[in-house]
T-cell receptor, first 116, second 115 residues
Framework: GAVVSQHPSWVICKSGTSVKIECRSLDFQATTMFWYRQFPKQSLMLMATSNEGSKATYEQGVEKDKFLINHASLTLSTLTVTSAHPEDSSFYIC????????????FGDGTRLSIL | GESVGLHLPTLSVQEGDNSIINCAYSNSASDYFIWYKQESGKGPQFIIDIRSNMDKRQGQRVTVLLNKTVKHLSLQIAATQPGDSAVYFCAENGSGGTSYGKLTFGQGTILTVHP
């Protein structure tokens, strides 16, 4: 149980294009979803938190106009990297949590984004 | 701000040995902790969690110990296998304020198991 699917797993695109990443909870309803960024050999850094039907809450230093988050249903959240540039290249990982804050987050397998 | 850190960034063990991975946390108000395993190119995988009203919790081949007095968390893996090789993260679940319900991850420990 508690499976989170993330798609695509890997994407390469030209600078200036926008990229959408999907995160789905397959066997549970996710009231809250999270988006993280991870650089090589480093820990996970929280970018934003989204609750179904509400606007996402962004961490300090994360540009909300650059990283658009939509959480339209209890099983789907999307992250769109707008006008991507090489410095946006990274490993993006989503997680989902079913209920109360003192429940574990379950993670997708990440999306490797490379901007040329 | 609050942080969760690890004492040992790397750990090498022989197959069959027991492994212990340590973590220090700084927020004494934290009431929930999670250990995750991350294999190369994948997302973190839930291993075990513990709440602050407990000091020990056991799973299959894994045990988590919580010492609230010194704000220390450890993950013990029994009979370590090559498939256990990965990066292990402890994570602290924020208990209040702007960190409420959010995970703060430690720096990670690379566990390498030699056959």
């Amino acid at each position: 149980g508690a499976v989170v699917s993330q798609h695509p797993s890997w994407v390469i695109c030209k600078s200036g294009t926008s990229v959408k990443i999907e995160c789905r909870s397959l066997d549970f309803q996710a009231t809250t979803m999270f988006w993280y960024r991870q650089f090589p050999k480093q820990s996970l850094m929280l970018m934003a938190t989204s609750n179904e039907g509400s606007k996402a809450t962004y961490e300090q230093g994360v540009e909300k106009d650059k990283f658009l988050i939509n959480h339209a249903s209890l099983t789907l959240s999307t992250l769109t990297v707008t006008s991507a540039h090489p410095e946006d290249s990274s490993f993006y990982i989503c997680s989902a949590r079913a209920g109360y804050p003192n429940q574990p987050q379950h993670f997708g397998d990440g999306t490797r984004l490379s901007i040329l | 701000g609050e942080s969760v850190g690890l004492h040992l960034p790397t750990l090498s063990v022989q197959e069959g040995d027991n492994s212990i991975i340590n973590c220090a946390y700084s927020n004494s108000a934290s009431d929930y902790f999670i250990w995750y395993k991350q294999e190369s190119g994948k997302g973190p995988q839930f291993i075990i969690d513990i709440r602050s009203n407990m000091d020990k919790r056991q799973g299959q081949r894994v045990t988590v110990l919580l010492n609230k007095t010194v704000k220390h968390l450890s993950l013990q893996i029994a009979a370590t296998q090559p498939g256990d090789s990965a990066v292990y993260f402890c994570a602290e679940n924020g208990s209040g304020g702007t960190s409420y319900g959010k995970l703060t991850f430690g720096q990670g420990t690379i566990l390498t198991v030699h056959p």
